[in-house]
């Protein structure tokens, strides 16, 4: 996950080049690096660069890595073709261009063709994390989301640790209200990631979702989580934390305040319906 310090470095970075103040290179190494998808900014600077013969040169071998990432960030504004031409002529044989040869059959939309690709490159390196996330990726942009649940649980069978893997998974099941299996994706979630509130969160609203005496106590206790980590600051989580809490208690007080605060900077036009939403659950008088 980018750090707010990391996110404002990019921010920076991206202002400063976009107004000709330099540091393309920066910036496009920087943005491969924390794996951001700014892909208009990547082809729109990478190009720039690469078209430029003295600036292209002053690369030394990192010409080719940019080569790759324009050309992942071209097939994504569906601006195919032309780097990858290049690193097809550069690398005839590169099992590595084979991969980007194959997401450009993705991208063009010949799913058949592109699965055969995958598939040959996979008997090579059944380890190659990119293609197995591309297959489920795939199975989702046709709309087969059991197809994509399939790719991703077998993915992570191999790939614990993907979290971001974890949260496409849990966001599927959610979306076929699948429920209990989006929670267990979320305690995974938590279990390698006990600090972000993002997860403890979501996993709390799957719970309420689900319903039941103790889903809903267990369900308090992750709002509650997620007030604690943010300071108070997510209005999601103090109205979740709120709206089963009946007992009075310094947790609740809390919530109360921060939500009042949180309106009069963010929503002043809605703060007298939150008083009314707010007596209307007895949190307020």
């Known amino acids: 996950m980018v750090s707010k310090t990391e996110e404002a470095q990019v921010?920076?970075?991206?202002?400063?080049?976009?107004n000709g103040g330099g540091g393309a290179w920066e910036y496009l190494c920087l943005v491969r690096k924390l794996k951001l998808r700014r892909s208009d900014k990547v082809l729109k600077h990478g190009l720039s660069i690469l078209n430029d013969p003295s600036k292209r040169s002053?690369?030394?071998?990192?010409e080719w890595t940019l080569y790759e990432q324009a050309a992942i960030a071209a097939m994504v504004c569906q601006c195919l073709g032309d780097c990858i031409k290049v690193l097809q002529k550069k690398f005839p044989e590169s099992k590595r261009v084979g991969r980007l040869e194959a997401m450009l059959l993705e991208a063009k939309g010949l799913w058949a063709e592109a699965e055969k690709a995958y598939s040959s490159l996979l008997e090579d390196n059944p380890l190659d994390q990119?293609?197995?996330?591309?297959?489920?990726?795939?199975?989702?942009?046709q709309g087969h989301l059991l197809g994509a649940i399939e790719w991703l649980?077998?993915?992570?069978?191999?790939?614990?640790?993907?979290?971001?893997a974890w949260r496409e998974l849990a966001e599927i099941y959610v979306s076929l209200q699948m429920y209990k299996q989006a929670a267990f994706c979320y305690e995974e979630?938590?279990?390698?990631?006990?600090?972000?509130?993002?997860?403890?969160?979501?996993y709390a609203d799957v719970l309420y979702t689900l319903g039941g005496l103790e889903n809903l106590q267990t369900a308090k206790k992750y709002y509650a989580s997620a007030i604690d980590l943010t300071g108070g600051k997510n209005t999601r989580a103090l109205y979740g934390r709120n709206k089963d809490d009946k007992e009075t208690s310094e947790l609740q007080s809390l919530?109360?305040?921060?939500?009042?605060?949180?309106y009069k900077q963010t929503a002043p036009g809605n703060l007298s319906l939150l008083s009314s939403t707010l007596r209307s659950l007895k949190l307020s008088s």
Do not use: C
């Open 58 to 62: 002053s690369l030394g071998p990192e």
């Open 153 to 164: 649980n077998k993915y992570l069978e191999i790939f614990m640790a993907d979290h971001d």
């Open 11 to 18: 921010n920076r970075l991206e202002n400063q080049v976009d």
């Open 130 to 141: 990119v293609i197995h996330k591309r297959r489920a990726a795939m199975a989702k942009a």
């Open 255 to 262: 919530a109360v305040t921060a939500l009042e605060k949180d």
């Open 189 to 202: 979630l938590i279990l390698s990631q006990p600090t972000n509130p993002l997860y403890h969160l979501a």
